[in-house]
Structure formats: C-alpha cells, structure tokens
C-alpha cells in the first residue's frame, strides 16, 4: 500500500532519533488511512528504547531542532524569484516545485509523496508523546520536567504555525469556520477518524500552546544550542503567529516584551541576539556571502529560532547539488544600483543561465521562515508604522538598514507619514528575506492590505503564457493522497 514507504521513511527517522517509539510511524500512517486497521499491526521494535528517564525525553525532542522546518516549496512560489525555462527545464525531477511556481490548482497528485506534510504530523506524535507522558517521570524535580514539556509545547505550536500557513486560509482572509488542518492534542491510537479542525481553534491552540510554554521556559536556552525553546525566542514566536494573524497591536506588545528581555537578561552561553553588519562579510571561494549563518548557524548572531535551512552557496541551489533560483525583476527594482550589501553577497555577479546572467541567487537558506533578528526588526517597525508611531518605526527599520548599507550610501529614511513608512517596511522585508519563503507568508498576509497588495506581484509570464495567482491558490490544496484516506474532509477550493 502507499503508506508502506511513510513507513520506511519514518523508520529511518526514528533510528536516527535512538530513543523514539517507532509506533511514531504508525500515527503517521493512520492519519493518512482513517477507516483502515493496518496501522495496528506495527509493533515497536526491538531496537528502540522505552523513555524512562528526563534524558530520554530530551532525546526525543533535540534531534526535531535542526531540520524538517517549513515547506521549501514556499521559496520558489513568492514574487521574488524568478525561472527562466532553462532553469525550470532543470527541475523536471520536481515537478511539486515547478507546479509550485506556476502557482497551479494541483501541486502534489495522488503519485507525489508529501514530505512535509507527513514530516511535520510526525513531529506532532513525538511532542505529544512529551507532554503526555514527561511528567510521569520518577525521581525528577518538576521544575525539571516542566521545562522539557514546555519546550515540546512550544515546538508544537511552531509545527501547527508552519502546517495552517500552507493548507489552510490565510487568517485575515478566512472565515473562523473554515476548514484548517487536523489538531492531534493527544496520540490516540484508536482514533482512526480525524476533522479538520476550523481556522479560529489551529490558532487558538497555537497561541494556548506558546502561552504554557512562556511560563516555565528559562529566559535564555540553557543548553549549548541555539535550538533549544526559551522564553525570549517563544515570546518572538508568539509576536510571529499574532503578526500573520494581522493582530498587530498584540504583536507589538510581544515584541516590545522581547526586547526588554532581551535588554535584561544573559544567555549562560552568551549568546548575542543583534544584527550582523555585512560590512564584516567575509567571503571566500568556499562562503562567497561571508556571512556567519551559512556554515555556522549556532553561532549565527541574527538566529533567535529555528532560523536555518542552508543550501549550496556555491551553486545557490535549493538543495546541495541541486539547481538555482533567479531574483524576480520586481525583487531587483527594489535594490539600489549599489551600496545594498546584500545584493552583493546574495546575487552572483556571473549567472549561469543566458538569459539572466546577474541574477542568479547565490547564497542564502530555504524555508527558514524561523525567528531571526532582521525578522524581529521588521515586524517591530512594521507594527508601530500601523499604531502610527513613526518614529519607533524609523528607529528600527533604519538600524536594520545601517547594517545592510555601505557606510558611504547610508542615509536615514525620514518621514512623517506612517504609511510612506509602512511601504518602506515591506520593501525591506522583500530584499531581506530572498527565496526563504517569508515572502509567500507576506503575500498570504497582505493580499488584501492597501499597502502591502499593492507590492503583491500577481501575475508571472513563462514560455510565453502569463499565470495569474489568485485567491484561492493562497492555499495549497491537501495532497491528494491524504484525501484519499479521508474522504469526509473537504478540499481547499
């Protein structure tokens, strides 16, 4: 049956995660085969431990940290990159991602294995496993334990954020009704009937989720990685989910908590969180950016959390090995001709492709739609430009853009007129984040914003025939696998 390679797939990960049930697998399974029994036959093997102890639990959940993010298919489906047919020829082998940049009804068929969706529900039955279970181990402090749920909490909530922003409506635009994703609150093995749990509950539940995790967190990691859930960073998560649900008054409060936990306190590890000058880039034949966060992410100064997918700098691909993205030419009319850093260490000065030969993106990370410093930023400055603070606003977005400018260009921006100033925002986060995927969240966010649509791309020419992105392709359709299994469930328009 299809299922049979989730299961190998799954079987792999497990391993590698030593003290994970395999029966991890066998929810997977279930989610995608409701009204099938198969998924009981899976016993747990042999070779993996029963979680006994609070180091078998942080086992569980650390190995989660460093991969399996967002969608990488997000970064070729914003308006800020760009496929020449040459370079879309070159994806023949992806066609989920060359269905991603047509913007087309269909991205994954019946025959295509979504990864994402089956790592993140995987991801799901091992932080439920955590809360369920870590409290019931012996011979702990609690205190001790309460962290290592809270931190499976919080890690929850980013999973639940990264699933309802591809295959749900986008907040602003749905109903509360609307249909969101399945939230799986406890991994019930008997449970072989699942709904998708409408829009208003997915964030309600996230929120809920991040608000538990806040209480017990220590402020600052307290492990050597930059990984690890703490109050600074889930306070910047919750300041993120509120800020693509368009609450911005209640994200301004979160972010305004962030930097003042931020100001009083230390990392035991002494972490700096800040803005990493690209005056101090370094590059190399082997890091042509020099910037800290491609082969260094723990020690990158700008990564608050989960902020890191790197890809072949030296081939800007997706993938290492793999193939090139293009900037848009609406992404380039928003540089100017020179002194911004960032043109110069992310785009290559000699393309591979003829017929855009200085545009090939050539360094930079996919589907890091994490928390980053820039991010912070940005999100600060954007939300008091809408509180008609200008001059919090101004203070933000230009000590980000000091640290992207040559000293010899750098200007700052100055108005009086909050929405100049929120246009300026949203132009700084399209240069910020090329190719990450924040952009296909911002167009989620803004496609009905006076400001933001009108920097909305919405349409993209290929091999001579224009495509349209409407709507209802805001919303990745549920793979058509997964329907399968579920007939009940009602598919995005």
Same mark, same amino acid.
């Given at each position: ?50 979680? /006994? ?19 990488? &298919? ?36 019946? /025959? ?109 990691? /307290? ?36 930097? =003042? ?35 260094? @992410? ?21 993938? @290492? ?76 977005? +230009?000590?980000?853009?000091? +640290?992207?400018? /040559? ?48 920097? &909305? =791309? ?36």
């Amino acid at each position: 049956m299809r299922y049979n390679t989730i299961i190998n797939k799954w079987s792999i990960l497990t391993e590698q995660c030593h003290k994970t049930f395999i029966c991890l697998v066998s929810v997977v399974v279930m989610f995608f085969s409701a009204g099938c029994d198969d998924f009981l036959d899976v016993a747990p093997s042999s070779s993996v431990s029963i979680p /006994t102890f609070i180091e078998d639990y942080e086992n569980m959940l650390y190995p989660f940290y460093l991969k399996y993010n967002a969608n990488p &298919i997000l970064a070729v489906m914003g308006d800020d990159v760009y496929w020449s047919k040459s370079f879309y020829n070159s994806w023949s082998g992806n066609e989920q991602f060359r269905r991603a940049y047509l913007w087309s009804d269909e991205i994954y068929d019946q /025959t295509m294995s979504n990864t994402h969706w089956n790592q993140q529900y995987g991801m799901i039955y091992t932080f439920n496993k955590i809360v369920d279970e870590v409290r019931n181990v012996p011979n702990e402090a609690m205190g001790n334990l309460l962290v290592i749920e809270a931190e499976a909490r919080a890690y929850r909530a980013l999973t639940y954020f990264n699933l309802v922003s591809v295959y749900a409506k986008p907040y602003a635009l749905a109903n509360e009704n609307d249909p969101g994703i399945p939230v799986i609150q406890k991994n019930d093995v008997t449970e072989t009937k699942r709904e998708r749990t409408p829009v208003r509950e997915v964030y309600n539940f996230i929120i809920s989720d991040l608000d538990s995790a806040i209480k017990y967190l220590p402020p600052h990691p /307290t492990k050597a990685s930059r990984y690890q859930a703490a109050g600074l960073n889930v306070i910047g998560l919750k300041a993120k989910v509120l800020y693509h649900m368009n609450e911005y008054g209640r994200a301004l409060t979160k972010l305004e908590n962030f930097f =003042e936990l931020l100001a009083t306190t230390t990392s035991r590890f002494n972490y700096s969180y800040a803005l990493f000058n690209y005056e101090n880039a370094t590059p190399s034949p082997y890091d042509p950016s020099g910037l800290p966060s491609v082969y260094n @992410p723990v020690a990158d100064v700008e990564d608050v959390m989960i902020n890191e997918y790197m890809f072949d700098p030296t081939k800007g691909s997706l993938y @290492p090995g793999g193939i090139a993205v293009l900037a848009s030419n609406h992404l380039m009319s928003l540089f100017p001709a020179d002194g911004d850093r960032r043109k110069e260490l992310m785009l290559s000065k000699i393309g591979t492709d003829a017929d855009e030969p200085d545009r090939v993106i050539k360094e930079g990370h996919y589907s890091n739609t994490g928390i980053s410093m820039p991010d912070i930023y940005l999100m600060i400055a954007e939300c008091y430009a809408r509180s008609n603070r200008t001059t919090e606003a101004l203070k933000y977005l +230009n000590e980000l853009r000091e +640290n992207r400018l /040559t000293p010899a260009t750098y200007t700052e921006l100055s108005s009086s007129d909050s929405q100049v100033i929120l246009r300026w925002v949203l132009e700084e986060r399209i240069k910020e984040f090329v190719a990450t995927g924040h952009r296909w969240l911002d167009m989620r966010r803004l496609w009905n914003d006076p400001v933001g649509s009108a920097l &909305i =791309e919405k349409t993209r020419t290929f091999d001579g025939k224009t495509y349209t992105l409407t709507e209802n392709r805001l919303t990745v359709r549920i793979p058509e696998y997964v329907m399968e299994f579920n007939p009940g469930w009602e598919q995005n328009p």
